[in-house]
């Protein structure tokens, strides 16, 4: 992922990438769903050596005693102080402290850069692809102050658990949070 | 590969960052005389060099202050951002303060002064940037204190003293007392990020003889809940501040001043489902 970021960062450098020309947008709380209308898959698998390795990406949080009401409320926090995260911000010139949480445009590269089209849709690519990475990352520690555990699945069940709407996948991971502790051990946070 | 990240970083701050300090703050240097005016308050406070890795050379910290605003300034950013969802920020006073790393007011054996004359009012700690040899005028935001810091008043006419603000990168051990169980100690998936303390003034903080004859005040922080991340930065949350400042088991802050339990007592009273500030 550092690699990652630092190519997206380069390359934002040398497309002469810019936070200008988009507008903030602000971040609402998802409604939360009621619970008995959630469904999750079948948590258990053995894992292989290929799902070891997908557990940075591939995971899902459990804290004990936590109900799915304060999980959901948890996860979207995290979420919006996630989406907020931009590579390398610059300092801001004002905060509306009090306000609504708002995130700012990130790196764009412009259409026409001296690179051209082609230049500008691989630019946007690996800033799109360090950006998730970002906002994974800081979700994970985020989850992890508010003690939250961290455990690795399967792609397949993953998939399965991130689908449909914002606030469906959300649902479902805070049933999954507040449901029966895993069997496996935590992972890193 | 970290150093390659902070060398793409420094690149890109160089590209892109060339702004100078908001507002109407004032940064002091190199020990040039301070005059009070009745109408600013005066910030000072320490930090001290990091050493960076390969080309990045020596990094110096600038503590990111968030003036908080009242009912009336909230009002007008709200209306400015419904008018103009692009330049709405451009149309407002400032309300950041970066104490500039590149201007201090007195540096000794890696130590920083930074005096700065800002707006009266109540200021956030909110973020740490900082500034290498690429960064021309300003710096780079690292880490925002958004999952909880301190705040403190600055009253017009005093020179309030925050203490010493330290950082130490999260992924490697620090010998700095109020973060070596803070840091995360190795490699973690939010590169490059600051684990952050003050070690607020006391009694054997050492005065530049300059501002020793000043009207001055020691910051007394309280504590300051999770507040949404605008400041857009690697999320963090400052080191607990003995008698100021902790986090119960849910990562909810404690204000030790209001509420003098210890953290687990808090913890235990905190099972609600309450919405967490800043969502509400």
Redesign the interface.
Known sequence: ???K???A??V??CL????A?????V?K?LERPDPTTVTVPDMAFKPGRSDLRGF?DYFYFHKS?V?Y??AF??M??CR???E???L?????????????????PGFHVPVYSQYGVAGAIIGEIFIEAATED?T???G???MA???YHRYGTTRAIYKQIDSGTDGEKLARKAVIASGPPPQAEALEP | ??E??R???L???A???S?PA??EDRQFKNGEAVTIQPDKAYLMARTFEVKGKALSGTLRIMP?L?R??NEDE?QQ??KA?QDD??E???K?????T?MLAAEPYAQANGEVTLVTAVKPGTY?L?AV?YKGWALVE????NT?L??GTVKFEAKAGTLTDLGEILVAFDDAPTTIPELANVVAGKS?????TFAVAIRPAGANTTIPASLDSLPRVNADYRAMP????????????LAPVPDVLD?D???EVVDLKLSPLSAEAKADAS???A??P??Q
């Open positions: 992922m550092v690699v970021q630092g190519i960062i380069l934002a450098c002469n990438a810019t936070f020309g988009a507008q903030t947008i971040v709380v940075d005693g109900s009401e304060r409320t948890d979207d926090q919006i102080q996630s907020m995260a931009q390398a911000p610059p300092i801001p010139r004002f905060i509306p402290l009090g306000g609504e949480p708002a995130k700012e970002l994974a990352a800081t994970r520690k985020c102050y508010k003690g | 590969m970290r390659i990240m060398l793409h970083l690149l890109l701050a590209c892109l960052l702004a908001f507002g990111i968030v908080v605003l909230l950013a709200e951002r969802p692009k709405w920020k451009d407002l006073e400032s309300n950041i970066e956030v909110a940037a300003t710096g780079l935001m925002s958004c999952m973690t998936p939010a590169p490059y999770a507040f949404p991340n605008f400041a857009g930065a690697m999320l963090s949350r986090y088991k849910d990562g099972q609600t489902d919405i967490p800043g969502n």
